[in-house]
């Protein structure tokens, strides 16, 4: 099972960058999918969620409003749109697939829960 992210960059505050991740091996249509993130000397933080339906999504506060969290079961991909990046977005970026169909808002932003991780793709955001 391989989970491959890309998508990211350097990119101006205020700027839009989308990230994609693909996974093989397996189809995870039927599993809920993450985003998170990482900076410099911090903790991996929840960034957003969606049910493998893509009916039901959560989002970190610090990012409401300017990132969405998307999915295309067909491709077996995730997507993150991020806009009005600010500088404080900096950090590489990680998908994560959750194993089991029922959408939990707690479990989904819990990265213990997740089961399967990508390699992370760095964004960079420049002031």
């Known amino acids: 099972v391989q989970l491959q992210a890309s998508g990211g960059g350097l990119v101006q505050a205020g700027g839009s960058l989308r990230l994609s991740c693909a996974a093989s091996g397996r189809t995870f249509s039927n599993n809920v999918m993450g985003w998170f993130r990482q900076a410099p000397g911090k903790e991996r933080e929840f960034v957003a969620a969606?049910?493998?339906?893509?009916?039901?999504?959560s989002y970190a506060d610090s990012v409401k409003g300017r990132f969405t969290i998307s999915r295309d079961n067909a491709k077996n991909t995730v997507y993150l749109q991020m806009d009005s990046l600010k500088p404080e977005d900096a950090a590489v970026y990680y998908c994560a697939v959750l194993l089991g169909e029922y959408y939990s808002d707690y479990r989904a932003r819990r990265k213990d829960e997740y089961d399967y991780w990508g390699q992370g793709t760095q964004v960079t955001v420049s002031s």
């Open positions: 969606i049910s493998w339906s893509g009916g039901t999504t």
